[in-house]
């Protein structure tokens, strides 16, 4: 199926104009005017061009444009929400990471216990030292 060509009616004239003047350039007088008093309707039938309003053409453009739109926004918002869902399988990593570094430290830090006696013990040993330097 051959795809007719949509013009707008001012384009249909212009592309017309174009056909009279190049006839009459190859010195074909006959068929330049025969192509001069034809109507821009009449020359776009013979030409097999659909003749269409400019603004209903451009409305057309514009949805075409919106429907793209709506589908890379679509797109997107897919993309969104797979980014969302690896961001909280991250956190939940990243969470459990953290238990599990806190209760590393837990275990490796000594007790407060210990603290205690082992200061205690250097308290004893500081005492010591200063009543053999007296």
Do not use: C, H, W
Request: hydrophobic letters at 35%; aromatic letters at 2%; zero cysteines.
């Amino acid at each position: 199926m051959v795809k007719r060509l949509v013009l707008t009616s001012d384009e249909v004239a212009r592309r017309q104009a174009q056909a009279v003047e190049f006839m009459e350039r190859l010195g074909n007088e006959d068929k330049a005017d025969e192509l001069d008093e034809l109507s821009p309707t009449e020359y776009a039938e013979r030409r097999g061009i659909t003749i269409q309003n400019p603004r209903r053409r451009i409305k057309e453009m514009v949805e075409e444009s919106k429907a793209d739109l709506l589908l890379r926004l679509a797109a997107l918002n897919e993309e969104v929400e797979s980014l969302e869902e690896e961001n909280a399988e991250l956190a939940e990593q990243n969470d459990s990471l953290n238990d599990t570094l806190n209760r590393i430290f837990t275990m490796a830090s000594p007790d407060d216990d210990l603290d205690d006696d082992q200061d205690a013990e250097i308290d004893e040993v500081d005492e010591n030292e200063d009543e053999t330097d007296k």
